[in-house]
């Protein structure tokens, strides 16, 4: 397995430099490649980038970058590169492009390259030697050891959102791949740089230390946790680089939290009504009462006098008092001897002088 492995990096180590004109061609398989108008350009000018070989209908960035060589790649990143200056192009029907690219430093001396890399999709990439006039020129950093890894399976993100996340709390997944070593010498305690980017926006990246060692011709599983902001939705793309470049990326389609949303609807129809009973509360201990006397003036009947007033009601009888004992004179048609209401003396109102049993001046009538 190692003697195979060393074949292939003798196999690349040996492989001609290519013309600028013609720096990474599409091969026969298919491989992405661009070519450039010119090997060199000062700051103002332009160059024109072809490209064939890509995906049809593929958004492209065409980026200058500094401190890279198309055998390593950009080394550092996009970081490395001019990204105000960078150009985005769509490839056409059958898979390729032409457009001019404007000169511009990077912020790393060269040898730079001209970078274009797929936006969204799978990812691909090809780099073409160029030349910044005037530009500062320094050597590549030395490569730490001589182990490589590569990916060997596809990525996948493990787990699932919970309730909390349901209500905005960060989600959360472990980016799962499998890599190998192919190099000639064993990387220990790898460091991998962990990029989120949401949509289009560039990745924000984070180190992240496996804990490990991969021999020459070995592979391993790699397992990195993933976390994003609170309240994070959409389209995500998860990035792993290592030794300064891409070797994986992984979409994740983040739901959007309908428990903050419930949770707002919920504080708009509770809060205003807590409002409203508190200010009804408020209203009815500042308005003023009415005062007693009016009140006592205007009161109504009660049950008892309204029963006692009622011409068809009909309390028990009550015994007879003496008018003696009282000390109330009796009247003189209503003695408790002579009452109107009893005995063969029915009458309900005092005897009128007309009556027939009045005795007047002139004599009996």
């Not at 056409?92 to 912020?107: C, I, Q, W």
Request: proline share 10%; aromatic share 4%.
């Amino acid at each position: 397995m190692r003697a195979v492995a060393l074949g292939a990096a003798l196999a690349l180590a040996l492989v001609p430099p290519v013309g600028v004109a013609s720096a990474f061609p599409a091969s026969a398989a298919g491989r992405p490649g661009v070519t450039l108008s010119k090997s060199e350009a000062g700051t103002g000018g332009s160059v024109t980038v072809t490209g064939s070989g890509w995906r049809p209908g593929t958004l492209l960035m065409m980026l200058i970058c500094g401190q890279s060589v198309p055998s390593r790649g950009v080394i550092g990143g996009t970081n490395s590169c001019a990204n105000s200056d960078g150009r985005a192009v769509t490839t056409d029907a059958k898979g390729g492009f032409s457009r001019k690219l404007p000169v511009a430093e990077p912020p790393r001396p060269c040898p730079c390259v001209v970078h274009v890399a797929t936006v969204t999709g799978e990812k691909a990439e090809a780099d073409a030697v160029f030349m910044v006039a005037g530009h500062a020129v320094e050597p590549l950093p030395k490569q730490e050891g001589g182990g490589r890894i590569a990916v060997l399976t596809d990525t996948r993100l493990d787990g699932s959102s919970g309730l909390l996340t349901w209500f905005g709390s960060p989600p959360s997944r472990t980016l799962v791949l499998t890599v190998g070593n192919v190099g000639t010498a064993p990387v220990k305690n790898p460091v991998f740089q962990v990029g989120t980017a949401h949509g289009v926006f560039a990745p924000q990246w984070e180190e992240q230390e496996w804990r490990g060692t991969i021999a020459p011709g070995r592979k391993a599983q790699i397992r990195i946790p993933v976390e994003l902001s609170a309240g994070a939705h959409g389209d995500y793309t998860i990035s792993l680089r290592h030794g300064g470049k891409v070797i994986a990326e992984q979409p994740w389609g983040v739901g959007r939290p309908l428990g903050v949303t419930l949770f707002w609807i919920l504080l708009c129809v509770v809060v205003p009504a807590a409002l409203f009973r508190v200010g009804m509360a408020v209203v009815d201990r500042a308005r003023p009462r009415r005062s007693t006397g009016r009140a006592g003036r205007h009161r109504g009947l009660g049950p008892a006098e309204l029963t006692l007033r009622l011409p068809w009601s009909n309390p028990a009888p009550r015994p007879p008092e003496d008018a003696s004992a009282s000390g109330v004179p009796a009247l003189p048609w209503f003695t408790p001897g002579n009452d109107p209401g009893t005995g063969e003396n029915r009458q309900l109102s005092a005897p009128h002088e007309n009556g027939p049993t009045t005795q007047t001046r002139k004599g009996h009538t």
